[in-house]
């Protein structure tokens, strides 16, 4: 059975910067795209960063390139992403997400998780 779960959300302050965890059983990074996405009640579920499961490739949504950083440790079986000069539009639920395409398609994506909330506050 395949879990993956986030953590490392909760009550930002603006200008500062998060770091989240996605650890993963039943399936490994190694093997799976690991992904980032985020989602605020009411619109569609927003594709953040991708990392390919055999290199350290990586993938940016267009909307927050330059302040996001995804990475992962295979030995942990844990993906991560880095986001900084946070604002409150940044609040969301963070989820993460694996798939064997690399994809920055929500549809393309076999795994998630439950997600971490994050709230900026200003």
């Known amino acids: 059975q395949v879990q993956l779960v986030e953590s490392g959300g909760g009550l930002m302050q603006a200008g500062g910067s998060l770091r989240l965890s996605c650890v993963a059983s039943g399936l490994t990074f190694s093997d799976y795209n690991g992904a980032w996405f985020r989602q605020v009640p009411g619109k569609e579920r927003e594709f953040l960063a991708s990392?390919?499961?055999?290199?350290?490739?990586?993938l940016y949504g267009r909307s927050v390139k330059g302040r996001v950083t995804i990475s992962k440790n295979n030995d942990k079986n844990t993906l991560y992403l880095e986001m900084n000069n946070l604002d409150p539009e940044d609040t969301a639920m963070y989820y993460c997400?694996?798939?064997?395409?690399?994809?920055?398609?929500?549809?393309?994506?076999?795994?998630w998780g439950r997600g971490t909330q994050v709230s900026v506050s200003s």
């Open positions: 990392i390919l499961s055999f290199t350290q490739t990586t």
């Open positions: 997400a694996a798939s064997t395409q690399w994809s920055p398609d929500k549809n393309d994506y076999d795994y």
